[in-house]
């Protein structure tokens, strides 16, 4: 498998854990009353769960193919690392 030539970036897994506990801890306290939108947050928490475990996959796949990985704390650190060669048309 080829290098990417530079590290893959990948959001911290913070993203996810402040996202799991804000759903868990204050929208489902809400939510509850509501079994509609109750049904809907669980669906929701179970898809960032999915998520961070497909993101760990991948790291571990990057980390035998020896391919670096940058955890992403925010969008901005995007804008440093791309040049316009790098975006497709």
């Not at 489902?28 to 939108?37: D, L």
């Not at 928490?45 to 704390?73: F, G, M, N, P």
């Amino acid at each position: 498998m080829a290098n990417l030539g530079k590290p893959l970036p990948l959001p911290s897994h913070i993203h996810y854990e402040l996202l799991l506990r804000l759903l868990e801890q204050q929208t489902m306290s809400v939510a509850y009353q509501n079994p509609q939108i109750r049904v809907q947050v669980q669906e929701l928490i179970v898809a960032l769960r999915k998520a961070l475990s497909q993101q760990r996959q991948l790291e571990e796949t990057c980390r035998q193919v020896k391919i670096d990985v940058e955890y992403q704390w925010s969008t901005n650190q995007l804008g440093d690392r791309f040049l316009p060669k790098d975006v497709a048309p």
